[in-house]
């Protein structure tokens, strides 16, 4: 029996417009002076995203101490607010009924993410998402940044769930995401299931040359697990 998914949320369960990468990618550009390109911007896809600033400055041969990277972040979280003023991230379709019918049947769900928990509490309230046990909350848990040693490709995210629901077989896990890292992630934590989902950043072509179990998006999860 399942007792766990643990889903990814920008562009998994929540669609934001790409505002995060075309936010991330603004901020590195002014401070580089340089263009990034779809194939640098895909590596911080799903990546903590302080992780993926420090990674651009590595690369750019750039300062990357604590203080510049922090200063860079929060240029990156002003961009991000902005974005989502403009334009509000809202659930994806099917989503919403989804989790309900996963929670209904006894499973928790938890969304896992590189954001930090400041930002994660800012895209739910803006959807008006709770967390919490019972039938009145969306989901059971959030998972950021903040809450883990490593970000993605590192399992920690995943893990760090388990530990809260005091899982100790990763076969009862279902980890789902539409980047990369997701799925590299959920495969070093040992999940059964490891799910390709197609309403996010990257193509399921390219999604299906990393390893996993299934491609379905987040509405069809109930469907795939025979709940």
Known sequence: MLSLVALDMAGTTIDEGGAVYASLKKTVEAVTRTTLSEEQLRSAMGANKRDAIRAFLDEFGMDSSTATVEQMYQDFRVELVSAYVAHPPKALPGVEDALARLRANGIRVALTTGFSRSIAALILDNIGWTVGEGPEHTVDLVVTADDVA??????????????VFGI?????VLSAGDTELDLVSGTKAGARFVVAVSTGA??????????HTDVCDVQDLPELLGV
Request: glycine share 4%; aromatic share 4%; proline share 14%.
């Open 150 to 163: 490593a970000g993605r490709p590192a399992p920690d995210l995943v893990l760090h769930a388990m530990k």
């Open 168 to 172: 100790e077989d990763p076969q009862q």
């Open 202 to 211: 990257q193509s399921v072509e390219l999604l299906q040359t990393f390893p």
